[in-house]
């Protein structure tokens, strides 16, 4: 089993910034990518930033040039850097982790941190 504890989450004004932290504990091993997901209310879950073992990035088109997603693969943590936060961004942002086990993929989901972007 594998434990996603996501932290950082809060109150911002628009243009402010906030910093998520995700560490991973458990059976981390085969892990091919870590990142993080968003969901508004009313909303469906959607892709925010994931990055692979080999740190590849990958960004939601919402929020390239402003969110930066990064990786501690020693410590098995993801970070989401997020600056110019938009009141569209409001959303409980959930950490996710993709490992491979026998050639299938298993997916797990941290309990999610809200973060609320208003003046």
């Known amino acids: 089993q594998v434990h996603l504890v996501e932290s950082g989450g809060g109150l911002v004004q628009p243009g402010g910034s906030l910093r998520l932290s995700c560490a991973a504990s458990g059976s981390i091993f085969r892990v091919n990518a870590m990142g993080w997901y968003r969901q508004a209310s009313g909303r469906e879950r959607e892709l925010v930033a994931t990055?692979?073992?080999?740190?590849?990035?990958n960004y939601a088109d919402s929020v390239k040039g402003r969110f930066t997603i990064s990786g501690d693969n020693g410590e098995n943590t993801v970070y989401l850097q997020m600056n110019s936060l938009k009141p569209e961004d409001t959303a409980v942002y959930y950490c996710w982790l993709e490992r491979e086990v026998a050639r299938n993929m298993f997916h797990f989901w941290g309990q999610g941190a809200q973060v609320t972007v208003s003046s």
């Open positions: 990055i692979t073992s080999v740190g590849r990035t």
